[in-house]
């Protein structure tokens, strides 16, 4: 069975890489369902796998269009299941999940139920390094 959201996710970040329109597949991207994600995403493997994809093609647009700020990593430019996001929102509340509960262990109240339902559970080492990997 193929996984819509993956095959998404690497078709973006392939044709990221080799230089190639990507505008077709993101805007496929904004249309998705966030059920549908949720459907595909069923464990934290599949989420970490599309999460690090998406946020690695995302880098690297960023990258081609201007010269990388710390603001830049801010900015609610990812359009994902009728929702935008930042770069900071993936690595930060969705692959390392930390920003789903506060200091005292308590959920944040802020943040949008969207990253909620498709935040990764449980984050691990090599997952987080695969993010930025291609900062350098």
């Not at 966030?34 to 999460?51: A, Q």
């Not at 994809?53 to 830049?72: D, G, Q, S, W």
């Not at 299941?81 to 262990?105: A, F, H, T």
């Not at 990253?115 to 080492?125: L, P, T």
């Amino acid at each position: 069975m193929i996984n819509y959201p993956i095959e998404l996710s690497e078709q973006i970040l392939n044709n990221v890489k080799l230089g190639q329109d990507t505008k077709a597949l993101r805007r496929e991207l904004f249309y998705v369902r966030v059920s549908k994600l949720n459907s595909y995403l069923y464990n934290d493997d599949l989420k970490k796998r599309f999460w690090i994809n998406i946020y690695n093609a995302y880098f690297l647009l960023l990258k081609n269009e201007a010269k990388i700020k710390k603001k830049t990593f801010d900015v609610k430019r990812i359009k994902v299941g009728n929702n935008r996001i930042s770069l900071n929102d993936i690595e930060y509340r969705i692959v390392k999940n930390k920003g789903l509960k506060n200091y005292w262990g308590i959920a944040n109240l802020f943040d949008p139920s969207f990253i909620k339902e498709i935040a990764v559970e449980k984050a691990d080492q090599i997952s987080i390094s695969q993010l930025d990997k291609y900062n350098g």
